[in-house]
């Protein structure tokens, strides 16, 4: 029974010692970590043996590297452990290990296997490829929303402009493809919803102060070129255009 508890006691202790800081300071997998995974380097994060369940690897790391682990239905999304709120993601398919060096991954909406996955960066958001960790669209948005995620090959990039006053916020979207093109629409229209059969959303982009408080919400369709189909026209949330997208497709009110 004492060597039992003088085992648990030891292993508690040494813990910490299993991740250790790089020459640069960022959080990096040891190699005893590494070993546990069997992953062999790649230029951005480490490939982790086929052979390996995938359960035994979020175990793994969990247990022995110390970090949280959150499973979405293409990937393992890891936070925390003992060198802060770096995160890093684990591809189910590819088995691409990503090093912990991002702030944030959301991985829960996407319907894209082989779609970019979205990350955070020094305060910006960006995709990257899943397979490799190689960066497809560069860190250049400053928010999220649902759809910031790919579904059927596009997705909203997203980002947020604050009213003069200070009072309060927007969204300003652009419909992205997944080799990093963006949609271009006329001047003034912004989508606001995922493609559907080709389609999707539009609103106007309201000026830096919003939306005027006398004017309704409103909502057009255009396509994934580019090119309205129909002018957005005054719309509630409760008739009109958005009951042939939702629940097929979010619809985010700018």
Same mark, same amino acid.
């Given at each position: 029974?004492?060597?039992?508890?003088?085992?648990?006691?030891?292993?508690?202790?040494?813990?910490?010692?299993?991740?250790?800081?790089?020459?640069?300071?960022?959080?990096?997998?040891?190699?005893?970590?590494?070993?546990?995974?069997?992953?062999?380097?790649?230029?951005?994060?480490?490939?982790?043996?086929?052979?390996?369940?995938?359960?035994?690897?979020?175990?793994?790391?969990?247990?022995?590297?110390?970090?949280?682990?959150?499973?979405?239905?293409?990937?393992?999304?890891?936070?925390?452990? @003992?060198? !802060? =709120?770096?995160? *890093?993601?684990? /591809?189910?398919?590819?088995?691409? $290990?990503? &090093?912990?060096?991002?702030?944030?991954?959301?991985?829960?909406?996407?319907?894209? @296997?082989? !779609? =970019?996955?979205? *990350?955070?960066? /020094?305060?910006?958001?960006?995709? $990257?490829? &899943?397979?490799?960790?190689?960066?497809?669209?560069?860190?250049?948005?400053?928010?999220?929303?649902?759809?910031?995620?790919?579904?059927?090959?596009?997705?909203?990039?997203?980002?947020?402009?604050?009213?003069?006053?200070?009072?309060?916020?927007?969204?300003?979207?652009?419909?992205?493809?997944?080799?990093?093109?963006?949609?271009?629409?006329?001047?003034?229209?912004?989508?606001?919803?995922?493609?559907?059969?080709?389609?999707?959303?539009?609103?106007?982009?309201?000026?830096?102060?919003?939306?005027?408080?006398?004017?309704?919400?409103?909502?057009?369709?255009?396509?994934?070129?580019?090119?309205?189909?129909?002018?957005?026209?005054?719309?509630?949330?409760?008739?009109?255009?958005?009951?042939?997208?939702?629940?097929?497709?979010?619809?985010?009110?700018?």
């Amino acid at each position: 029974m004492k060597k039992k508890w003088l085992l648990f006691v030891c292993m508690v202790l040494l813990m910490p010692l299993l991740l250790l800081p790089s020459a640069k300071g960022e959080p990096v997998f040891t190699q005893s970590v590494l070993d546990a995974l069997h992953a062999v380097p790649v230029e951005n994060g480490y490939q982790v043996d086929r052979t390996m369940d995938l359960f035994d690897i979020s175990y793994i790391l969990r247990i022995t590297a110390g970090y949280d682990v959150r499973e979405t239905h293409l990937s393992f999304l890891i936070s925390g452990g @003992p060198w !802060g =709120p770096e995160v *890093a993601w684990l /591809d189910k398919q590819s088995r691409f $290990l990503s &090093r912990p060096e991002y702030e944030e991954f959301e991985d829960s909406f996407t319907t894209d @296997p082989t !779609g =970019p996955i979205f *990350a955070k960066k /020094d305060g910006t958001y960006g995709y $990257l490829c &899943r397979y490799d960790g190689s960066i497809v669209i560069p860190f250049q948005f400053t928010g999220y929303c649902a759809q910031s995620e790919f579904c059927d090959g596009y997705a909203l990039g997203d980002n947020i402009v604050w009213y003069e006053d200070g009072t309060g916020h927007k969204h300003v979207h652009v419909l992205l493809r997944a080799d990093g093109y963006i949609v271009p629409f006329p001047e003034g229209i912004m989508p606001v919803s995922y493609p559907m059969n080709g389609l999707v959303l539009i609103t106007p982009v309201y000026d830096e102060n919003g939306r005027p408080e006398d004017v309704e919400y409103s909502l057009g369709i255009g396509n994934v070129e580019g090119q309205v189909l129909l002018p957005p026209v005054p719309c509630g949330f409760e008739s009109g255009l958005e009951k042939h997208f939702v629940p097929h497709s979010y619809v985010m009110e700018p």
